[in-house]
């Protein structure tokens, strides 16, 4: 189906949503026809923002608006919905486009595999009622439905479109780019080099596929890295809960702009307790790179004056790999929590993999080398004199030949 026709059927004016690589069709139409327009088409933080958006829109024109998202996004949109849409409480209508990863029967990453299980049923849970929109739907029976549908917003209720794999098209193309000369996975590369054998705790999206393959390119071990697949936002705040039970390993946490915006009441948690052993890594294109390209609001913001404003001691912005390497460095013997933000490139290589070993192998291999790493580093910053650290270091270098 043809994203102009479904658009012209739903009749809305207003969009607002978190890009989705199912929905990628949709989010290139809205960027050719209206790019970033307050008065059309915003891209919010997250999808409970969108909503609570929405209903603001609503409130001030009684018109009813457009949330577009993955449905990795219903997490987020569950509170607003239950609590400020609801036609118990305000009544608000709103048409929800839900891109469907991990449709039952199609093949799709360990991450949405259970979240396309339920998105149907926690759609109807919340009180939404669900149409499905397959390659094979016409556009009459959109048309059907949406009338049905229009009886149910009037009602105070909300609808959602559920789109399948290739359900949707346009001929419209969007070319994403911006200034910024450094690549990500070199950036990455840069990271694994000084961090050495500290974990590794990295973003959803193609940042953790090319930490994964820069270890598979440099022959090293996964165990270093967990890899944040889904949660979207929260990579930051599973470093954290690392770096507060681990006080004496350093602990490095690759983040990206659009998870820093998805979840930024984070970086205050973060700040307020200053873990001492974590640097906080922005990779910051300014961009949805990993689902298609869409702009986020990270290259309009100061990050640097954020995190000092949450409490991080330290924080800087680099753009050249001279300093990247320099802020690295010195992160790495710094005894505060430290904030690194990245300029990047948007792009990717056109053969990047992903990761070969299953999420539950993945966070059995981290906890177990943290564990040991952890036990063994406690030993060495416990002694007291040179000649019995010098005796540690030997024995545990004995004991673990691999950690050197």
């Not at 991990?102 to 339920?118: A, K, L, M």
């Not at 071990?221 to 967990?226: I, L, R, T």
């Not at 270091?393 to 673990?400: A, E, G, Q, S, Y």
Request: hydrophobic share 40%.
């Amino acid at each position: 189906m043809k994203v102009e026709k479904l658009l012209e059927i739903i009749g809305a004016d207003f969009y607002t949503g978190v890009p989705d690589s199912q929905l990628k069709a949709l989010c290139n139409y809205l960027m050719g026809t209206y790019g970033i327009d307050p008065k059309h088409h915003v891209i919010a933080a997250n999808e409970g923002n969108c909503t609570a958006l929405a209903a603001g829109y609503h409130l001030a024109t009684g018109k009813v608006p457009v949330v577009y998202m993955q449905n990795s996004g219903e997490g987020n949109i569950i509170n607003p919905v239950a609590s400020l849409l609801n036609d118990k409480v305000y009544a608000i209508p709103v048409v929800f486009i839900v891109g469907w990863r991990g449709e039952p029967g199609i093949h799709d990453e360990p991450q949405h595999i259970y979240q396309g299980e339920v998105t149907v049923k926690l759609l109807e849970d919340m009180g939404i009622k669900p149409f499905i929109i397959t390659k094979d739907t016409t556009d009459d029976e959109v048309a059907s439905v949406m009338q049905e549908f229009r009886d149910i917003l009037a009602t105070g209720k909300d609808v959602a479109f559920v789109i399948g794999k290739g359900a949707l098209s346009t001929d419209v193309t969007v070319e994403y780019k911006n200034d910024n000369k450094m690549v990500r996975e070199e950036i990455i590369q840069h990271i694994v080099k000084v961090s050495g054998e500290d974990p590794i705790v990295s973003t959803t999206g193609k940042a953790s596929r090319e930490l994964f393959e820069t270890r598979v390119t440099n022959n090293q071990s996964h165990k270093y890295d967990f890899l944040t697949v889904g949660s979207m936002g929260h990579s930051s705040s599973i470093a954290l809960g690392v770096a507060i039970n681990k006080p004496n390993t350093k602990i490095w946490c690759i983040d990206g702009d659009g998870a820093v915006l998805m979840h930024m009441g984070s970086m205050a948690v973060l700040g307020a307790n200053s873990p001492k052993n974590m640097v906080h890594i922005v990779i910051n294109n300014g961009a949805h790179e990993t689902v298609g390209g869409m702009p986020t609001v990270a290259s309009k913001i100061d990050l640097v004056g954020i995190a000092k404003a949450c409490g991080y001691p330290y924080a800087v912005c680099v753009d050249t790999f001279e300093a990247l390497d320099r802020e690295l460095e010195a992160a790495k013997e710094r005894d505060e929590l430290s904030l690194i933000e990245i300029k990047c490139s948007i792009g990717a290589r056109e053969d990047l993999g992903r990761p070969t070993t299953t999420a539950i192998e993945n966070k059995e291999r981290f906890m177990e080398y943290i564990k040991i790493f952890w036990m063994h580093m406690t030993e060495i910053v416990g002694c007291a004199f040179p000649q019995l650290l010098l005796c540690k270091l030997t024995k545990f270098h004995k004991r673990f030949p691999f950690f050197w």
